[in-house]
Nanobody, 124 residues
Framework: QVQLVESGGGLVQAGGSLRLSCAPS????????MGWFRQAPGKEQEFVAA????????YYADSVKGRFTVNRDNAKNTVFLQMNSLKPEDTAVYYC?????????????????WGQGTQVTVSS
């Protein structure tokens, strides 16, 4: 069982930036395909971004394309989500997830492990 821990959330003004981090609570030698999802109040959880196990391929939801960047440092077992030009509609709890599949994974059900989430609030 892999426990993921997100950090880096907070309150930011519209147009600002935040960087989220996600790492397992214990170091693992296995590199998983990783993804970020978010859930706003009263809405269903939605896909945000995904990165393959080696970082060679990424994929983004249209709503964040050009503003968010996902990357990873496998030496540190950490995945990042750099969020720029934040908008109030980006306000949500952000979750990272790990998949045993090596390629890009955009479907929630294909992820095997999840973090507890970190709150991102963007004020107007």
């Amino acid at each position: 069982q892999v426990q993921l821990v997100e950090s880096g959330g907070g309150l930011v003004q519209a147009g600002g930036s935040l960087r989220l981090s996600c790492a397992p609570s214990e170091r693992t030698e296995r590199n998983y395909a990783m993804g970020w999802f978010r859930q706003a109040p009263g809405k269903e959880q939605e896909f945000v971004a995904a990165i393959s196990w080696n970082g060679g391929t990424t994929y983004y939801a249209d709503s964040v394309k050009g503003r968010f960047t996902v990357n990873r440092d496998n030496a540190k077992n950490t995945v990042f989500l750099q969020m720029n030009s934040l908008k109030p509609e980006d306000t949500a709890v952000y979750y990272c997830a790990a998949s045993l599949i090596h390629g890009l994974v955009t479907i929630r059900s294909r992820y095997d492990y999840w973090g507890q989430g970190t709150q991102v609030t963007v004020s107007s």
